[in-house]
């Protein structure tokens, strides 16, 4: 189950309705699927092959649809990142910068842990959301974020497009952002 950090007041939400109701007031969509469908040698596992992955999108293929057709994505595929990935410190550097882009990010949670950093509406400021296996997340299109590892240092997600190229990053300067 996700998990939010308010980074002003430094306030941990973990109830579920209570992270389901923060969320929602954010315009950020949160659900969840069941890995336990995931075969044993799948779960948890962070290097996987092409085989491998095709396997994990088959077994959330009908959620996959669902949200497809709910939400417009047209194309699908499953990242990967652990120790394993080459260059995983120089990659976790590029992707903590706040950025914007015209397209929603979409996040399935199918192994491990990750965390996306979203500049809240109002007076909020800045939260951290908590993912982990199972949690499925839209940061909304044009809203202040970015997405990286925990101390675990491995995921495994399916990212959903509604076009590939309406994902280009938009760097976002914020003075008011500070690095936790
Ligand atoms: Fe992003």
Redesign the pocket.
């Known amino acids: 189950m996700a998990e939010i950090r308010i980074r002003n007041t430094n306030e941990r939400i973990s109830a579920d309705q209570d992270v389901r109701n923060f969320l929602e007031g954010q315009e950020v969509v949160y659900e969840h699927w069941d890995t336990s469908k995931l075969p044993a040698h799948l779960q948890e596992n962070f290097v996987l092959s092409d085989a491998e992955k095709a396997e994990v999108l088959a077994t959330f293929d009908s959620e996959i649809k669902d949200l497809s057709a709910r939400r417009g994505y047209q194309i699908w595929d499953l990242i990967t990142l652990s120790d394993a990935t080459p260059n995983l410190g120089d990659l976790l550097k590029k992707f903590e910068a706040v ?1 914007t ?1 015209t397209e929603d ?1 979409i996040r399935a949670i199918t192994a491990g842990k990750g965390i996306f950093i979203i500049k809240g509406a109002g007076d909020v400021g800045y939260f951290d959301v908590e993912l982990s296996a199972g949690d499925v997340i839209s ?1 909304p299109e044009n809203k202040a ?3 990286t590892l925990m101390d675990n240092r491995a995921i495994v997600a399916v990212r959903l497009f509604i076009e590939a190229n309406g994902w280009i ?1 938009e760097p976002y300067e914020d003075p008011s952002f500070v690095k936790a």
């Open positions: 950025h882009h990010e940061v974020h970015f997405f990053a």
